[in-house]
């Protein structure tokens, strides 16, 4: 009976040990920020940009950058992943400028030369700041919201306390919270994540079109999370598909540049079902087979 009850207390203990750990290490896990110094400077190959800083009210600095178009028709708001820093995301930028459209990417606290205490209140906060900075140059019907991977939860977000023209979601999750369940389903991650950033929730509340755009072969993020999601709000909410798509190289299939391509430069325009079948059912085998 000892033994039994020795064994269960080195097992509670290396769980507790365990759990511990993942509270105050999540955040090395789930963002992989690259540092750059104050006086880096930025350069693109034709493109032509502007960078600023925003201060926040607990003393952290915002950096971002603005990618400016010729006759700018909007603008697009550029959430971008959990790694590296806009140095390297900054090459996407050609993805909408080349349709007419400014981008707006910024570096979430601890990457690149932004600083501050990472939490997601914070970043949530930090990231209403910069789109309304944006309203003030800009009508909210000329601003997307575009949130990649990790940064479409807080692309949703910023989506259901305001309102864009639209939004665009690149290989979203359902939430962080589901994503590391998958990797370790028996710690309690509700107890135990900071970030458990429930796309799902806020999507509720998004009233703009929602545009979703995920590959079949995505291994970190599953195709069918975008499935899910996309049937919170299918009214209106369109999800494309990239044929052998994965998590991190949507942008070398032209399929999604042609998905990207009709989406924002696309007006919503309502469907007329007069005298489409939309109402018409097929009869049973059993009305079939008395008629």
């Given at each position: 009976?000892?033994n039994w009850?020795y064994i269960?207390?080195?097992i ?14 999540q955040?090395?896990?789930?963002f ?5 110094s104050k006086d880096f400077?930025?350069?693109y190959d034709?493109q032509e940009i ?10 952290a600095?915002i950096n971002?950058?603005r990618?400016?178009?010729?006759k700018p ?8 992943g959990?790694?590296?820093s ?10 909408f ?10 570096d979430y606290r601890?990457?690149g ?5 990472r939490?997601q209140?914070?970043i949530?906060?930090d990231m209403q ?8 140059q ?6 997307i ?6 940064g479409?939860?807080f692309?949703a977000?910023?989506?259901s306390?305001?309102?864009p023209?639209m939004l ?15 990797f370790i ?12 950033m429930p796309?799902?929730k ?7 079109p929602?545009h979703?755009i ?5 291994r ?8 899910k999601?996309?049937?919170i ?6 999800l494309?598909?990239?044929i052998g798509?994965?998590h991190?190289?949507?942008n ?5 540049h042609?998905m ?6 696309s ?9 489409s079948s939309?109402n018409?059912?097929?009869s049973?085998k059993h ?5």
């Amino acid at each position: 009976m000892q033994n039994w009850l020795y064994i269960v207390l080195v097992i509670l203990g290396i769980y507790i040990l365990l759990s511990v750990l993942l509270f105050y290490l999540q955040d090395y896990f789930l963002f992989k920020p690259e540092k750059l110094s104050k006086d880096f400077q930025f350069h693109y190959d034709n493109q032509e940009i502007e960078e600023y800083n925003i201060e926040t009210r607990d003393g952290a600095t915002i950096n971002g950058l603005r990618f400016k178009s010729q006759k700018p028709k909007g603008v697009v708001f550029y959430l971008k992943g959990n790694s590296k820093s806009i140095k390297g995301w900054g090459k996407f930028a050609v993805d909408f400028t080349r349709h007419g459209y400014d981008v707006i990417m910024v570096d979430y606290r601890g990457f690149g030369k932004s600083t501050g205490r990472r939490t997601q209140k914070a970043i949530k906060r930090d990231m209403q700041v910069v789109y309304d900075k944006i309203k003030e140059q800009v009508a909210e019907k000329y601003i997307i919201l575009y949130g990649r991977s990790m940064g479409s939860g807080f692309a949703a977000k910023l989506a259901s306390m305001n309102n864009p023209r639209m939004l665009i979601l690149d290989a979203p999750y359902y939430s962080l919270s589901k994503v590391a369940k998958k990797f370790i389903p028996f710690m309690p991650l509700s107890l135990l994540i900071k970030f458990p950033m429930p796309t799902y929730k806020w999507l509720r509340y998004v009233n703009c079109p929602i545009h979703i755009i995920h590959g079949t072969d995505d291994r970190l993020i599953p195709y069918k999370t975008s499935v899910k999601l996309s049937k919170i709000k299918p009214e209106s909410t369109t999800l494309y598909t990239v044929i052998g798509g994965g998590h991190k190289d949507l942008n070398t299939f032209e399929s999604y540049h042609k998905m990207l391509g009709e989406i924002i430069t696309s007006r919503p325009t309502k469907v007329n079902l007069e005298g489409s079948s939309i109402n018409v059912k097929h009869s049973s085998k059993h009305a079939n087979a008395k008629a």
